[in-house]
């Protein structure tokens, strides 16, 4: 199944290599979604902890006609979870986003699709994914994909200083 894309917009296979850029992109997403904060030093050891060839990365690239270098411009990365009802693997999406101004191109959902692809190619049966409850586009998107609630992550904080 090959993943189609609006005209000008390219399917790439990112490399562990690709760090600086997968950080500014999870930078980004983290910045619009908490544009209170400032302080997302932990993404970058997210990434050294986890980015490595199980766990891959595709970039969509934006090049018009007269541009002579492309534009990342959207990012999924992918990689392995645990069922915690069933025990099975699943296919776990780690970062997937698309810049604003490039949105509504179905980006995301060509990205969802060759996801899907990896995860097949795994022997899963199912991907999964954390959304933030802010991020109701998002949210939106992946129902109408056919992703569902299995669980919520809750917290409970405290002050330690005191």
């Given at each position: 199944?090959?993943?189609?894309l609006s005209r000008y917009?390219?399917?790439?296979?990112?490399?562990?290599?690709d760090k600086a850029k997968l950080l500014k992109f999870m930078e980004l997403t983290y910045e619009e979604?908490?544009?209170?904060?400032?302080?997302?030093?932990?993404?970058?050891?997210?990434?050294?902890?986890y980015l490595s060839s199980k766990?891959?990365?595709?970039?969509?690239?934006?090049?018009?006609?007269?541009?002579?270098q492309p534009e990342k411009v959207a990012c999924l990365w992918m990689g392995t979870?645990?069922?915690?009802v069933s025990g099975d693997?699943?296919?776990?999406?780690?970062?997937?986003y698309v810049k604003p101004n490039h949105r509504r191109q179905g980006l995301a959902t060509a990205?969802?699709?060759?996801?899907?692809?990896?995860?097949?190619?795994?022997?899963y049966h199912q991907i999964g994914l954390q959304v933030f409850e802010r991020n109701?586009?998002?949210?939106?998107?992946?129902?109408?994909?056919?992703?569902?609630?299995q669980s919520y992550l809750m917290f409970k904080s405290w002050n330690i200083n005191q």
């Open positions: 199944m090959m993943t189609s917009y390219y399917l790439k296979q990112g490399k562990t290599q979604l908490f544009p209170e904060q400032s302080d997302f030093n932990h993404l970058s050891i997210t990434i050294e902890q766990t891959p990365l595709w970039w969509i690239e934006y090049q018009p006609e007269n541009s002579t979870g645990v069922d915690q693997r699943y296919g776990h999406i780690f970062l997937i990205l969802i699709k060759q996801g899907q692809q990896w995860v097949d190619g795994q022997g109701q586009a998002a949210q939106k998107l992946y129902n109408k994909l056919g992703f569902f609630p």
